[in-house]
């Protein structure tokens, strides 16, 4: 009850009508950029585009949400609509080799809450230059070899892709040798019988263009040694070597074996295995063995960083003939990521005169794994007067099942649960916390029906002739009670100036 007063007041208060609005998926936005753009790059503007005003765009709070990456390649400007880049965009690092390069955004809008799909479709420049694993290649080639004898140069890596990759090969030009390349597999073709008396060392120069404008190139320098007598390189048991791991998979784990046979006797039998052209993050998660051929797991994989890995293998004879092969290592997924709860929007405090049915909240669950592993159950642990309603794609709407009486309840704690289709399954939670607001929606009681008191004649005035008590249970000024007299008759005569409350 609040403190007593001297005045009659009445008061009215009024609150806003809460209608849950169904939410929307409107049709794809697509944008065609070039990787590299500088930050703060205009990509397109969304309002102009989804037929909204600017300033819908800033009142219904745009903003992008991404799937499986802690970056944030794209942001919305506010205050004009605009996508603009906010962090660097390489299409390599995002599609490899992929003809096709889409980066997927989701552009949230809220109050209703509304979902596009923005697709950003990354077009290759040619920012990367032809290469080749090492810049010598030593080759050791009998003096008895004969013309038209080919023998293998590993292709040289480009992480462009179509006509910004390697388009063509050059030697510089020499009285030995010829180039042939078939299919990306590029050979030296012996023009003319070496005599080692004559000239014991020969240097070529190879250079790897791509069709890029401007274009790039890369070389590499292959110091031939004539010797006498190995005619065999070794041969691969298959050109495409594959492969399946889990990705917890423990460092040490053998891949895969690989392995070649050389004609030759001795020496120049004798076969040794190698990584061809691999990059940083391969040659730190495999290792080879130069004996065997066996491929191991050396660091840690994860299946929603890289889903598989390509590596290229070598194996050399004792004279230094190598042939080529390729090795394709999937990786398989475990349910190794629990779901992510993140409260999105949240209307705090309610009032309690909110109507059952209305959305008071957005609720954004995400799991990293693929498949059956990332398909997730979401639910309130508690009876509670809540329920999360499937919305877009893996949001989810809080939304009032019973009307709210703050008298009852003031504070809810909402224990939201979600739990993925893994085996064994992974599990998170998330506490809300919701205050309801009050509403003047209780009158004041008096403890008694009625009083009664007796007063003797001749009474002084100001004298106290009784005390009545009133409570309401609703919070500060709707609890706070007045008191007053109403107009009455005592014999008949007016009670006025009769009487008084204090």
């Known amino acids: 009850m609040g403190p007593q007063g001297s005045l009659l007041c009445f008061c009215f208060f009024y609150f806003p009508v809460f ?26 503007n969304v309002a102009k585009d989804l037929g909204m005003e600017s300033t819908t765009i800033s009142s219904r709070k745009a903003r992008v949400d991404i799937e499986g990456t802690q970056k944030q390649y794209c942001e919305v400007n506010l205050n004009n609509g605009d996508l603009v880049i906010s962090e660097r965009i390489d299409r390599e690092s995002l599609c490899g080799k992929r003809p096709s390069c889409v980066l997927k955004l989701d552009l949230v809008l809220e109050n209703p809450l509304e979902l596009h799909r923005v697709n950003l479709h990354i077009q290759d420049i040619n920012d990367n230059s032809p290469k080749f694993k090492k810049n010598l290649i030593e080759m050791e080639i009998s003096e008895s070899a004969s013309k038209g004898n080919r023998f293998s140069v590993e292709e ?4 462009d892709i179509g006509q910004n990759a390697v388009q063509r090969y050059t030697l510089q030009k020499n009285d030995y040798f010829i180039l042939a390349v078939e299919k990306n597999r590029v050979e030296l073709v012996l023009g003319n019988t070496l005599d080692r008396e004559n000239q014991k060392e020969i240097n070529l120069l190879l250079t790897a ?52 046979t050389d004609a030759d006797e001795g020496v120049n039998g004798e076969v040794t295995y190698d990584f061809g052209h691999v990059s940083e993050v391969d040659i730190n998660v495999f290792s080879i063995n130069h004996e065997t051929g066996g491929i191991s797991l050396k660091g840690v994989i994860d299946f929603e960083e890289t889903s598989s890995f390509e590596i290229g293998v070598e194996a050399k004879d004792g004279l230094g003939l190598t042939s080529y092969a390729k090795v394709i ?65 893996n949001y989810y709407s809080l939304i009032t099942t019973e009307q709210l009486d703050r008298e009852l309840v003031s504070d809810y704690n909402i224990t939201i649960s979600a739990t993925d289709e893994g085996s064994p399954p992974l599990s998170s939670s998330k506490t809300v916390h919701l205050s309801v607001a009050d509403i003047n929606d209780n009158p004041p009681v008096f403890e008694e029906q009625s009083y009664s008191a007796y007063v003797t004649e001749n009474n002084k005035p100001g004298s106290t002739l009784c005390s009545v008590t009133a409570r309401d249970p609703d919070w500060r000024q709707n609890g706070t009670v007045i008191y007053s007299l109403l107009p009455g008759e005592v014999n008949g005569a007016s009670n006025f100036g009769l009487f008084v409350e204090e």
């Open 156 to 159: 040289a890596h480009d992480g």
């Open 209 to 260: 263009l791509d069709g890029g404008s401007p274009q790039r190139s890369g070389t590499v320098v292959i110091h031939v040694t004539v010797l006498d007598a190995n005619d065999n390189a070794p041969v691969f048991s298959q050109a495409v070597y594959k492969a399946t791991i889990p990705e917890n998979a423990p460092p040490g784990t053998v891949v895969i074996d690989i392995s070649a």
């Open 19 to 44: 209608v849950v609005i169904p939410n929307v998926v409107h049709g794809d936005l697509s944008y065609s950029i070039p990787e590299e753009m500088n930050r703060g790059s205009v990509v397109g």
């Open 329 to 393: 290592i999937d990786v398989t997924d475990v349910n190794d990521n629990a779901p992510v709860i993140s409260v999105k929007s949240l209307n705090n405090p309610i009032p309690e005169s909110m109507s059952p049915g209305t959305e008071v909240g957005i609720i954004n669950v995400q799991d990293r794994d693929s498949e059956k592993n990332r398909q997730v159950r979401c639910y309130i642990q508690h009876e509670l007067p809540f329920k999360l309603v499937p919305s877009i794609k």
